[in-house]
């Protein structure tokens, strides 16, 4: 007899169901704790390079490798039971070729099981879109700004502010889209350039900083909980845990230099001698 899960996780095809329909929740998470956290109220958990900066104090997401990923796609998934979660491939894995992308994406899936990759890059990368999803490689898209990309961009600058320059950012969502990506997150991009591609191709938008009309939105955990040392301007911050975190180690310390920490007798009722 085999041992099946009784708790069935959200797929690809459920995301991808969700074109014109509920919102799709989706924030990060690194670790099993926060990614438990997290479980209970969204949709999609993103395993993002992201990881780089806000674990490894990274200035960009350049330096991420793919053992990187994997390490924290197992811990999230470890501690995550109901949503969808999915692993970035990391800068180096995936744009040299399809088959460069199929063998790091085929260990991303083995050695954390979860259930779908991401990729950045719109036109470029639809092949290799293509190449995955027809494999059994759920993948979802990452158009408009596109972090990995710095080196050549220069700056982490908002994407078709002008009319004049929407044509390739459309072109990089159709073309994901008709590779047979299940969703695309979209950064950085003015609404109605976000409002028109989300309106356009048939696959779900995940906006950030691509305004409310996207099919639903994506977040770096520690920036909306203000724990990160820099967010970009359109982070809207949920809570502000940096000073709460600080209060409760400036308590520690303060307890232990003072001999004040609590001893055994309080957890076993005993009472110090003399
Ligand atoms: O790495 C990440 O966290 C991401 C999100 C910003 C979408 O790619």
Redesign the pocket.
């Known amino acids: 007899m085999s041992i099946q899960s009784t708790i069935k996780r959200k797929t690809a095809p459920d995301i991808r169901a969700r074109k014109n329909g509920e919102p799709i929740v989706m924030l990060?998470s690194y670790h099993a704790h926060t990614a438990a956290l997290v479980d209970r109220h969204c949709d999609v958990i993103?395993v993002?390079?992201?990881l780089g900066n806000v674990m490894h104090g990274l200035e960009t997401?350049v330096p991420v490798t793919l053992d990187m990923m994997i390490l924290q796609g197992r811990a999230v998934m470890r501690g995550s039971q109901h949503a969808l979660v999915v692993v970035?491939m990391p800068f180096g894995s995936y744009e040299a070729s399809k088959e460069q992308a199929f063998h790091s994406a085929v260990r991303i899936l083995k050695e954390t099981h979860c259930g779908a990759v991401?990729l950045e890059g719109g036109a470029r990368m639809a092949e290799t879109v293509a190449f995955l999803s027809e494999r059994g490689i759920p993948v979802m898209g990452?158009i408009g700004l596109t972090?990995q990309s710095i080196n050549t961009l220069g700056s982490f600058r908002a994407q078709g502010r002008e009319e004049n320059s929407w044509e390739p950012i459309e072109n990089d969502a159709n073309a994901i889209s008709e590779a047979g990506a299940f969703s695309v997150?979209i950064?950085a991009v003015a609404e109605p350039l976000a409002r028109k591609i989300t309106e356009t191709i048939a696959i779900p938008t995940i906006g950030?900083g691509a305004s409310a009309a996207c099919d639903g939105q994506?977040l770096?955990l520690e920036d909306m909980l203000g724990l990160s040392p820099r967010t970009p301007k359109f982070v809207r911050r949920y809570g502000d845990l940096g000073p709460m975190i600080e209060a409760a180690i400036e308590g520690y310390a303060k307890d232990v230099r003072s001999r004040a920490f609590p001893g055994p007798e309080h957890v076993y009722g005993m009472k110090a001698k003399g």
Do not use: A, F
């Open positions: 990060t993103l993002g390079d992201s997401t970035d991401k990452h972090p997150v950064e950030i994506v770096v």
